[in-house]
Each structure stands twice: as C-alpha cells, then as structure tokens.
C-alpha cells in the first residue's frame, strides 16, 4: 500500500515507507522517526479483513525495550485507523548454535487476519526457520550484526519478502558500515537512503517535535529562527565534533579507530593556558625553565609546526604551537634560530625525512648537541608516538584546550598490516594538516627524554641475493 503524504510523517519518512525495493538500508541521524514510520507502514499493510499483502512481519532490536515500543506503535496506529490488534507477549522457541530448543522473549501483535508482527531482541535464532517480512533497527548496534544480517536475509529475501534494515552509525567496523559501503560501490543490490539531521530538519522534524512537546492539534507554521535555534541548542550540548558526526550527520565515527581518543585528549586540556609569543630581543623567553622543541618540517603541501613543552616537575606544558604553512625554508630557519637563542631551550628535535635532511645539516652545524635530527621510518615513528601516548594515558601533559589541536592530534590512526607491520596513517577528514602538529608534539617530548635510546638511522641493506 502506498502512504500518502499526512502531517504524522516528514517526505523522508514517507520515501522509506513507499521504497519499493526489495532491499533497503538507511543510515540516518538519531530520534528522527524511522522506527515510527516503518511500524506504521508495517500496521497499515496488514489491517482489515482483506489486508494489502498475504505474509508476517518479523522486526529485531537490540533490546527488548526497543521491541516493546515498535510493538505499541503498531498498536496505536491500528487503534488510530479503528482496525483490531491484539497485542500479546510470550516466549518463542528456537535452536540455538548447538541445535538445542531454547526459548527467547518476544513480543506480537495479531490483526484480524491473522497476520502477526512479531518483534523481538538481538538473536539471529528469531529469524531461523522463519519467513516473511524483516526489519533490523540499528542494526549498527546489534550484538553481532553479520550473524543478525545473514539469518534475516534468507528468512525475507529466498521468497522475495522485504529486509529493510535501518541505523546510525557505531563507528567505521561496524557490519552496517561495511554493507552501506557495498552498497555504494554497487557490489550490493539494495536502494539506500541518507538522512542527516540537516535533511530532517528542512524536512520538517522540528515542527512535529515542536507540535508533540506544546500539545498543537496542527503542526506549526514554519519558523526558521525557531529551527536554527533548536539545531544550535542541540549542537551546542554535543561533547565534541565526534559525537555530532556519528548520532546525527551520519559519519561513522573515528574515534574508536584514534591513536589518540577525545577522552585521552580532554583529560589533559586545559582552558585558557597560558601560551607564549615568538621570542623576540625586546621579549625573550625566560631563563629559568626547561624547554623543549619538535619541529615537523613542510614546504609546499603541509604544514611547519613548531611545538615547545615545558618541563614543570614531571609535568609538560605546552607553551607554543607554531604554525607555518608554506613558508620558505630561509624563513622558518629565522624563526627556530630565534627560538634556539633562547638559553633556556635544551634540545630541539626537527624531522630530517625527505626535505628535511639538508635544513637538518645546517642546524646541526650551528647548534651541535642542542640539535637532533630524526630520521622517520616505520620503526622510528613507533618510538616516538608510543612515549607521546603513554605521556596522555598518565596525565603528565598538558595542552590548550583548541580544536584544531585536538582534531589533528586525533586524527593518527594506527594500523597494523597483514604482514604483522605497525604503521601510522591520518584521517585527513578530521584535521587541516596531515598530523604535523602529531608529530611536532612527539619530536618536542622526544628532545625532552633524557633516558631515551638514541633513534638510530635508516637501516641500509643489502639486496636479495647479493
């Protein structure tokens, strides 16, 4: 049965209800009706005495709580249409892994055609040996959503019935993940469906939040004032970029994946530090501290980032992030002999890779033993990003509490290859640089380790065979 528009639904939710496709997925912002809308659809579809289709329904939650209110829903639009539905619960018998009859928590609505939906918790067992429509709600967060996938697909599609499956998103390895990007590549045949808070909003979501919360017998006329205030009130008491993406722009979120998480970084932020200038004769750097300094050499593309930490106690505070974009090298060799003048900076650690390796001889040359130049390699990087980590885990840095910092200081991942390799990569998503400021970090804490082993050089090996 095709739905036509009314004012219960938004359009978004109206194309997801008349998706005539066999197979479908939406990946969509939170608390925007999905769920509402398609136990409606399923309702509507199996009321009366001559309902629109002749099969069950089948919905699965990751609780029951969730199965409980999909359940109410239908029942109430079934009492809006003046249908009959019996609402029941029970228990519904299963094979578990071991072929063992187990039973599982369900709950049922009954029309008066006999049709049922039947919803009930995350258990691949609830769709063995079962057919007829499938719905998997945020199936993202299902226990095992490969195993939760497979059963539903034979159970709807082997005789044609629809699987629609619907979720935000629980990070980039989820198995929802992984089948909306099939489905982007064309490798899966299913129709896909994106809403973003963004999109719910111009759709209207605000006015029906708006009607339910003041009781309005019609939905409101629209006020933009009123929604831009309401999407920046709901922006504003999100923690951090992260969770916005993930809950309500539809974007997987990385944080799982970070070399660094948001809660690491948070617990070593701090508001309104206090950062210095560039040294300058008229203002030097005093000469009674312990300072320390990481540069991540660029010219063209990345970013220069100079970082200087200060060593108070056991504790290191950053008191300059330096940044530089596409500076000659004259000029940045200007602004590190400024800071190199200052007597009270110790050691200095500058990335001599590729560009880096002439600047690195100049320096050394003009500063001897305060100088270091780093080589990076695969190895190398391990040693340095493993100290910096271990740095935040104990609480024992402390940096401005500023989003870029934090977007690019978040934005390493690390990986580990096939081969059994450990490399680092930048989700350049989540930062303007490429991890410069990482690494300008890493080398500034590098310079500070008094007990460190020197970074050896670049192994030179022999070919196969020689």
Request: proline content about 5%.
């Amino acid at each position: 049965m095709s739905i036509t528009p009314f004012n219960l639904f938004c359009p978004y939710q109206i194309a997801w209800m008349n998706d005539p496709a066999g197979m479908a997925f939406a990946e969509k912002s939170r608390r925007i009706g999905f769920t509402y809308a398609d136990a409606f659809k399923e309702t509507i579809d199996r009321v009366g005495s001559t309902p629109a289709i002749n099969f069950d329904a089948w919905y699965s939650a990751t609780d029951m709580s969730a199965a409980e209110e999909y359940v109410g829903y239908c029942a109430d639009f079934a009492k809006m249409v003046g249908a009959v539905g019996k609402v029941m619960d029970g228990e519904l018998e299963v094979s578990n892994e071991k072929d063992e009859a187990v039973k599982i928590s369900v709950m049922r609505i009954v029309f008066e055609s006999g049709l049922k939906i039947t919803a009930g918790s995350s258990n691949p067992n609830f769709f063995r040996s079962k057919g007829g429509s499938v719905r998997l709600d945020e199936l993202a967060f299902h226990r095992d959503g490969r195993a939760m996938f497979k059963a539903a697909h034979a159970s709807a599609r082997f005789w044609g019935f629809p699987l629609r499956a619907w979720s935000s998103h629980h990070g980039p390895g989820s198995y929802f993940n992984g089948l909306i990007k099939q489905v982007r590549a064309g490798k899966l045949k299913a129709s896909l469906h994106r809403v973003t808070i963004l999109d719910a909003v111009e759709q209207g979501i605000v006015e029906r939040v708006r009607m339910r919360k003041e009781r309005l017998a019609e939905i409101p006329a629209v006020d933009l004032g009123y929604r831009r205030e309401w999407l920046e009130t709901l922006r504003a008491e999100c923690p951090d970029e992260d969770v916005w993406n993930e809950e309500f722009m539809c974007v997987p979120s990385t944080d799982a994946g970070s070399f660094l998480d948001y809660e690491l970084l948070r617990g070593c932020e701090v508001n309104n530090l206090s950062m210095w200038q560039l040294p300058t004769s008229a203002t030097p750097w005093p000469t009674d501290r312990q300072l320390f300094v990481g540069v991540d050499v660029a010219l063209r593309r990345d970013l220069t980032v100079i970082t200087v930490l200060e060593k108070v106690g056991d504790v290191f505070w950053t008191r300059l992030i330096h940044v530089m974009h596409k500076a000659k090298w004259s000029e940045q060799e200007a602004v590190i002999d400024r800071i190199m003048g200052q007597s009270s900076v110790r050691r200095l650690c500058l990335d001599k890779t590729g560009i880096g390796e002439v600047p690195a001889e100049r320096l050394k040359d003009k500063w001897h033993h305060r100088f270091e130049g780093v080589h990076f390699t695969g190895p190398v990087k391990i040693d340095l990003a493993m100290p910096l980590r271990r740095l935040f885990e104990d609480k024992k840095i402390r940096i401005p509490d500023d989003d870029e910092l934090r977007e690019d200081l978040h934005s390493l991942r690390k990986y580990v290859t096939a081969s059994g390799n450990t490399r680092f990569e930048v989700d350049e998503s989540d930062t303007d640089g490429h991890g410069d400021r990482f690494w300008s970090l890493t080398l500034s804490y590098h310079a500070a380790d008094d007990n460190k082993l020197p970074v050896p050089p670049p192994r030179r090996r022999k070919p196969v065979g020689w």
